[in-house]
């Protein structure tokens, strides 16, 4: 909650609301000038005007202008870890491709996918590996840039691809128990990691069934715009640039055993750059020789080579555009522009946050949250909010979590509920905002705008649906009986008078 300073006016609604007006309206006119082209910068200016735009707002309340530069401070603080973790998906993504890595699964993938089970096919492999290891992110970085490559070489549009890819991220990341969400999710409604993922089954299951029938639907009706040919020509231009090997398939294995053992995200990141690096100097000599031109060493060729893969962009000629453009990365640089996004996001909330705006835009919701269903659909709604205008997935769960906790148990409703409706509402919604971490991290490393993969994220989109659906229709909502609400005042009830 909002520290109470004296003589700080508490804003009305309107008041609270035009800063999150300005933004919409400006980031608006962006994408109708520039498109995709947005994120370049002129959505990280229109943040920035936007944050000068609430500071203003804010010292018009008497916030004192410290207080406003420390929320600031230390949003942006908060979201370092994220800073951090994109950057080395920057150097990850590099190393994987220079060293064979990517264009491996790629190959393999071709062999084994057919296109009209693909799609369905992505969901399950990116929920398997998410779920193993606990993070849409890496899973993402990892095994959803292949599976990009198959698509497009399938004749997917990326946008589809991109959509499969996240849709089963996020249904791993949501009901794994080494996920970072699932276990803040529970933690602020107040109950245990092993019933809050029970309790997600019921909503997550369902919805996970109507995304895949809708990706094999669309993989059943696609129309393969791409040859066997033009397959073949793909495979022939990587097979002929890359040693491909099923040794390569080590570095991503390494990745994963490290997830799981509970290595922290910086880390693992760290490992598996490191181990896609060593598989470029043992099976990429060829390729690395090839890349720049004299006389030079090997040793030093290649250590200029797989540097630039860790911070700088990796051009590979294949003799196929395509390819080309396929196998392009960006390494830590092509992370920079997602970064000032997440820096000046996090300025705005910070600035908002100040001033006690975003709490007070989240109140008002409250008195219209008369029953079950509209008190869930407001959880999520609340959630939907904080993702749009903190830009942080963990604080589009904590503000709800703390808001509506006491509503929830004063309503006899048990508190898996609410933290079924936290990661419903937040967790899964966060990466369909370009300028939320969530969304500016997965589109950078993905190569597609957020607007572009958001029609196609149906998971993402179905979850919230599902579970306000399941509170209108009263299905498996767990209450608390009347003996268990009175056991549960008089601990709280002792719980006070010993902290007294």
Not at 256 to 271: C, E, G, H, Q, Y
Request: proline share 4%; glycine share 8%.
């Amino acid at each position: 909650m909002e520290e109470q300073i004296p003589n700080i006016k508490k804003a009305n609604l309107i008041v609270a609301l035009l800063p999150i007006v300005f933004l919409i309206g400006m980031l608006a006119t962006n994408i109708s000038i520039w498109g995709d082209d947005s994120l370049g910068g002129a959505n990280q200016l229109a943040l920035t005007i936007a944050t000068a735009f609430a500071g203003l707002i804010a010292l018009y309340l008497k916030v004192p202008s410290k207080k406003i530069l420390k929320s600031i401070i230390n949003n942006i603080s908060d979201a370092m870890p994220s800073i951090l973790i994109l950057l080395l998906i920057g150097a990850l993504s590099g190393t994987w491709m220079i060293s064979g890595v990517v264009p491996t699964l790629v190959i393999y993938g071709l062999d084994l996918l057919s296109p009209r089970f693909f799609l369905f096919a992505t969901v399950l492999i990116s929920a398997i590996v998410s779920i193993s290891t606990g993070s849409s992110w890496s899973t993402i970085a990892t095994i959803g840039v292949a599976l990009m490559g198959i698509g497009t070489a399938l004749g997917f549009s990326a946008a589809m691809t991109a959509g499969a890819v996240i849709s089963g991220a996020y249904f791993g990341d949501k009901m794994s128990p080494l996920s970072d969400t699932t276990n803040l999710a529970p933690a602020m409604a107040g109950t245990d990691l092993f019933t809050h993922i029970k309790y997600m089954i019921y909503t997550t299951t369902p919805s996970l069934i109507i995304t895949l029938i809708i990706f094999l639907v669309l993989g059943f009706t696609h129309s393969e715009s791409t040859s066997t040919t033009g397959i073949e020509e793909m495979k022939n231009a990587i097979e002929s640039t890359f040693t491909i090997s099923p040794w390569l398939l080590i570095v991503p294995a390494i990745l994963i055993f490290v997830i799981v053992r509970k290595t922290p995200p910086l880390t693992s990141l760290i490992i598996g750059a490191i181990a896609g690096s060593v598989a470029a100097l043992i099976f990429q000599h060829d390729l690395i020789s090839s890349l720049l031109a004299g006389n030079e060493a090997y040793y030093k060729k290649a250590y200029i080579i797989i540097s630039q893969a860790w911070f700088g962009s990796t051009a590979i000629n294949t003799g196929n555009e395509e390819v080309n453009n396929l196998l392009a990365t960006g390494g830590m640089a092509g992370m920079l522009n997602t970064i000032w996004l997440i820096i000046t996001a996090m300025s705005f909330s910070g600035v908002m946050e100040s001033a006690g705006l975003l709490l007070r835009i989240a109140e008002s919701i409250i008195k219209y949250a008369k029953s079950t269903g509209s008190l869930v659909a407001t959880t999520v709604a609340t959630s939907i909010f904080m993702n749009i205008t903190a830009s942080e997935q963990y604080i589009s769960i904590v503000v709800p979590g703390r808001m509506y906790a006491d509503v929830y148990r004063k309503r006899k409703l048990k508190p898996e509920l609410l933290s079924r409706t936290l990661e419903d509402g937040g967790t899964v919604t966060s990466v369909l905002v370009p300028w939320n971490t969530c969304g500016a991290v997965n589109s950078t490393v993905l190569g597609i705008s957020t607007f572009a993969y958001l029609p196609y994220a149906f998971f993402n989109i179905i979850s919230p649906l599902m579970t306000i659906f399941f509170a209108y229709m009263n299905i498996k909502i767990h209450r608390y009986s009347d003996e268990e609400y009175d056991e549960l005042m008089a601990i709280e009830e002792a719980q006070k008078v010993e902290g007294i």
